[in-house]
């Protein structure tokens, strides 16, 4: 009775290592604090998007939906979970137009 065990593995001599090069660290740690950044995000945009609201935007339709949609672009690819590079880029765009809506 034959109760050897048989089994074919494959070996590789050569490990397929692959090394990701960096473009820039910043935001490579951006990316590694991604939880503790969103949350500080949310909190400035939300305020700042309703106080220009509030104050800038309650009177004019297409004001409100300078303020509104920015801000609603951001949020949305916080849920999405996007890179940290969109989420900044569109964070920094609705706060401009925020500024821009409230001041004016």
């Not at 990316?31 to 309650?58: D, K, S």
């Not at 916080?78 to 925020?98: E, G």
């Amino acid at each position: 009775m034959d109760t050897a065990i048989k089994s074919q593995t494959l070996t590789s001599t050569k490990e397929n290592v692959q090394k990701t090069v960096s473009i820039n660290p910043f935001w490579e740690k951006i990316e590694f604090n991604r939880f503790g950044i969103i949350p500080m995000l949310l909190v400035v945009i939300t305020c700042m998007g309703g106080i220009a609201v509030a104050f800038g935007a309650g009177s004019d339709t297409f004001e409100l939906a300078l303020v509104v949609f920015p801000t609603i672009i951001s949020l949305a690819l916080v849920l999405a979970v996007a890179p940290m590079r969109l989420i900044i880029w569109s964070s920094i765009m609705a706060l401009i137009l925020d500024l821009i809506v409230f001041v004016i």
